[in-house]
């Protein structure tokens, strides 16, 4: 861990995780205005001392919006990519533990899943159900899960041949032992580095469904849909589609330079 | 040898003419895909009818070249290998025919040192909790008791009973390989499979660790099955030899006879391809 974090990139990566993250759990305590405080005399207001980000259509407060909206970003990311890695985890264990028919089903199904632009198929599926933030972190954890199941499952296999598995099975350890106390520990590492470049991509993900109408519905603010409120009005109000955006940009790449970050110190090859 | 196996079962028990162990017909293939596109298969017999026998409280060596099937012997006699057909009679139970919770019951008894001390131990694992893992699934004494033997275990091969807090990256080869060993007898097991126990460690930590184990033999009266391609290690541990070579035990006898005069081609090429041989030859 501690040399994740000599890498100055992973720093920088984890400063900015840590600050949105902590800008969105004291949201109610550092929002000026009520996120959903419609104010007539106060409409397509710039930046400025009193609104920060200036105000939107409706005379809503961005700055209090993007907090409120950073709540429920951070939110489907991390339980939509728990889903993702519960279900993949599962899965992966199973065909890298049993291998022969239960490996070829499963791994036939990631193939079947992979094929499908996920996307699409997300839109697809929110078409027919209700866009709620529930649906919608069931839908992307249903639909990203493969990519942990196949590192699973290869973790599994090679590590099933390894001499400390077998010694263990020689001393009579179970199954179930066997997975949890010398399989499932020794994957951990690429458990890890993929739950958080998940999250990034689950942000974004969300950010795209709103955009387009299909994710958070208005009033309650997500930053997908205040950009979406900002594109009618960006050749002369650019602070409601800059802001939302730069957050976007700034999570993502904070969560890909922690997971790279993480991904190359954690990597055993590269530290003899 | 059906009058053998019989006798074998009736008697169900170490009393069996002192047999340990025996293997009677084992057979082993594996099938590769192969050619383009995987269509084709190649079978190769890696353990072709071999039979052998392991009397309590003495050392059979296998020896024979990389590739000869001895490593798969070793992982099929211990069932972690389904094999084709043949069975494995351990104190006169046929461990091939068990499965689940018999056959890790049965293990208790029939314990395994690995070849690669550095991948036979779990990195995430303290040396205290790899030790104890075998008396945790066994069920054996109290957590009080198991620490107690497990620091017995750890000084009898040469540690410090504080080194069961450790990492197992913090231990050099030759003592992580006194792990294992460790880890293996602390189950009071008669009969210890060692694969290769020796090969990955210095020539000087070799002799330690072959002492180690002739001591262990001798307190515990344990019986080895020892897995090498080494001749010298061998000659210093066995008492009984056979040579494996493609899958087929060729050669079998007791250790002076056949380094003396071997009856087979193959056994005398190993012979005198070791180093140094005619000092040994005496």
């Given at each position: 861990?501690?040399?994740?974090?000599?890498?100055?990139?992973?720093?920088?990566?984890?400063?900015?995780?840590?600050?949105?993250?902590?800008?969105?759990?004291?949201?109610?305590?550092?929002?000026?205005?009520?996120?959903d405080a419609i104010n007539v005399k106060s409409i397509l207001l710039p930046p400025s001392a009193e609104h920060w980000m200036g105000t939107d259509g409706l005379g809503r407060d961005v700055f209090s919006r993007m907090l409120f909206g950073a709540r429920i970003s951070l939110l489907v990311g991390f339980v939509a990519v728990g889903i993702a890695t519960v279900i993949g985890v599962v899965l992966g264990a199973f065909a890298g533990f049993y291998r022969g028919w239960v490996d070829i089903i499963i791994m036939r199904l990631v193939d079947v899943m992979l094929s499908i632009p996920t996307f699409f198929l997300i839109l697809a599926v929110i078409a027919f159900l209700d866009p709620s933030i529930w649906n919608i972190m069931v839908v992307i954890g249903l639909t990203s899960w493969m990519g942990v199941a196949r590192l699973v499952r290869a973790e599994f296999l090679s590590l099933r041949e390894r001499e400390f598995v077998l010694s263990a099975q020689t001393l009579g350890a179970s199954e179930v032992r066997l997975i949890f106390r010398h399989l499932l520990p020794n994957s951990l590492t690429p458990i890890i580095v993929s739950f958080v470049l998940g999250v990034a991509s689950a942000v974004l993900l969300e950010s795209g469904l709103s955009f387009l109408g299909l994710g958070v519905q208005p009033p309650q603010a997500s930053w997908g849909n205040i950009l979406t409120d900002g594109k009618e009005y960006i050749q002369f109000a650019w602070w409601l589609s800059f802001f939302p955006g730069l957050a976007i940009l700034l999570t993502v790449l904070g969560y890909n330079l922690l997971g790279e970050g993480l991904r190359d110190a954690l990597d055993p090859r590269k530290h003899p | 040898m059906s009058g053998a196996r019989q006798q074998a079962r009736g008697n169900g028990g170490i009393g069996m003419n002192g047999i340990i162990l025996a293997a009677r017909g084992l057979s082993k293939t594996y099938v590769q895909r192969s050619g383009r596109f995987g269509f084709g298969t190649t079978r190769v017999k890696a353990l072709d009818d071999v039979n052998l026998e392991v009397k309590a409280g003495t050392t059979l060596a296998v020896v024979g070249e990389s590739g000869s099937g001895k490593s798969t012997l070793a992982r099929c006699l211990l069932q972690l290998q389904p094999l084709d057909a043949g069975e494995v009679?351990?104190?006169?139970?046929?461990?091939?025919?068990?499965?689940?919770?018999?056959?890790?019951?049965?293990?208790?008894?029939?314990?395994?040192?690995?070849?690669?001390?550095?991948?036979?131990?779990?990195?995430?694992?303290?040396?205290?909790?790899?030790?104890?893992?075998?008396?945790?699934i066994h069920g054996i004494g109290t957590a009080e008791q198991r620490r107690d033997s497990v620091a017995r275990m750890l000084e009898r091969v040469g540690l410090a009973a504080a080194d069961m807090e450790k990492y197992p990256h913090q231990f050099s080869g030759g003592q992580r390989q006194r792990i294992g060993i460790a880890r293996a007898l602390v189950l009071e097991p008669k009969l210890v499979v060692c694969d290769?126990?020796?090969?990955?460690?210095?020539?000087?930590?070799?002799?330690?660790?072959?002492?180690?184990?002739?001591?262990?033999?001798?307190?515990?009266?344990?019986?080895?099955?020892?897995?090498?391609?080494?001749?010298?290690?061998?000659?210093?541990?066995?008492?009984?030899?056979?040579v494996m070579h493609r899958g087929r035990i060729i050669e079998q006898g007791?250790?002076?006879?056949?380094?003396?005069?071997?009856?087979?081609?193959?056994?005398?090429?190993?012979?005198?391809?070791?180093?140094?041989?005619?000092?040994?030859?005496?």
């Open positions: 861990m501690k040399r994740a974090f000599a890498n100055p990139l992973a720093r920088l990566g984890l400063a900015l995780i840590a600050s949105i993250l902590l800008l969105a759990l004291l949201a109610p305590v550092i929002a000026p205005y009520d996120p | 009679l351990f104190e006169g139970q046929n461990l091939a025919a068990l499965s689940g919770k018999a056959l890790r019951a049965a293990r208790r008894h029939l314990q395994m040192v690995f070849q690669d001390p550095f991948a036979s131990l779990n990195p995430r694992m303290k040396v205290g909790d790899i030790v104890a893992e075998g008396l945790v290769e126990p020796v090969s990955a460690l210095d020539v000087s930590i070799q002799a330690q660790i072959l002492l180690l184990l002739k001591e262990l033999q001798q307190e515990m009266g344990l019986s080895y099955l020892f897995i090498s391609h080494d001749l010298r290690v061998v000659r210093h541990i066995a008492d009984e030899v056979a007791a250790v002076a006879d056949l380094y003396a005069k071997p009856r087979q081609e193959y056994t005398r090429i190993l012979l005198n391809s070791i180093p140094g041989r005619h000092r040994l030859a005496t």
